[in-house]
């Protein structure tokens, strides 16, 4: 795998946060604790690994229970609700009360796949919303080709209770839509897609997100960034990601950081208690 001295960059920035990253993929099973070093030579402090069912929420709170730096959400991902039953929300109640799971997530719709139905999908989405209120976290949205069906629900989840708020992970909607989005006090989470030439349009997304709501993420081990698209995607690569859109939102890079990693801690306020 290339290493980040592959190419010049600037100087490592302090205090980045990946904010999305499957580490407990197979993927990662055979070189975790060089990965993790390469992270914190890339100036990354903390990294969220979100649940996508049972079993990997399970394994995000063993692997923030062994690693000081990493935290976890807990959740049923929409493509992996087709089983859904009320007693899973009650399941991961548990994994909620944990003082490292920062967010309920990985939770949606993805109207994209195939493999639930959307009449299930939308069941787990709104228990999940419910069990989020209840303890009072943030969640993490998963949105494919479903934002018309999603954000009526997720607008009107916030409306009943303002303090329920979250993240659009790997956001790629349009420029419009961010303003929908912010007005409602959601985040708008970016990843690799943002370094890629094949759709100008997230360059003029990313230049619509007002400052004060954007988060940075890997999605690890997809979506990497270039110049390592094609390759594995790892935390370390978050940095490409930022340094892309401070050079799009025209920010000097240290004060984009410093105000991303301030949202991070703003949204996952569990984050802020383990400072």
């Known amino acids: 795998m290339p290493e980040l001295t592959d190419r010049p960059v600037s100087p490592v920035p302090q205090r980045l946060i990946d904010t ?6 197979p993927d990662f099973a055979e070189d975790l604790a060089t990965v993790l070093d390469r992270a914190v030579s890339a100036g990354v402090e903390k990294i969220i690994v979100p649940g996508i ?32 039953q009320a007693g899973w929300a009650q399941q991961l109640e548990a994994a909620v009360s944990h ?11 993805d109207y994209y796949r195939e493999y639930s139905p959307w009449e299930t999908q939308m069941a787990a989405l709104l228990c999940q919303l419910d069990l989020a209120e209840r303890f009072g976290l943030p969640v993490i949205i998963h949105c494919r080709q479903a934002f018309a069906a999603l954000w009526p629900v997720l ?8 303090n329920n708020i979250g993240v659009l992970h790997a956001f790629d909607e349009t420029a419009e839509t961010v303003a929908e989005v912010t007005a409602k006090g959601f985040y708008i989470g970016i990843g690799g897609a943002y370094t890629y030439k094949n759709k100008p349009l997230r360059e003029e997304i990313l230049r619509a997100v007002p400052l004060e709501f954007l988060l940075f993420e890997t999605d690890a081990p997809y979506l990497t ?7 594995r995607n790892e935390p370390a690569y ?3 990601t930022a340094e892309k859109a401070a050079a799009v939102k025209g920010i000097p890079p240290e004060k984009l ?16 208690e383990c400072r």
């Open 20 to 25: 999305h990253c499957h580490l407990n993929l």
């Open 53 to 84: 069912d049972h079993a990997t929420t399970e394994s995000a709170k063993k692997m923030a229970e062994d690693h000081s730096a990493i935290f976890f959400a807990c959740g049923i991902h929409p493509n992996e609700s087709a089983g859904w």
């Open 99 to 109: 003082p490292k799971c920062v967010a309920v997530g990985e939770i949606g719709l």
């Open 155 to 162: 607008s009107a989840w916030h409306d009943r209770n303002p």
């Open 225 to 231: 960034p270039v110049p390592f698209r094609g390759k």
């Open 238 to 240: 978050v940095r490409y």
């Open 257 to 272: 950081f410093g105000a991303v990693y301030e949202n991070s801690h703003r949204l996952f306020a569990r984050l802020k």
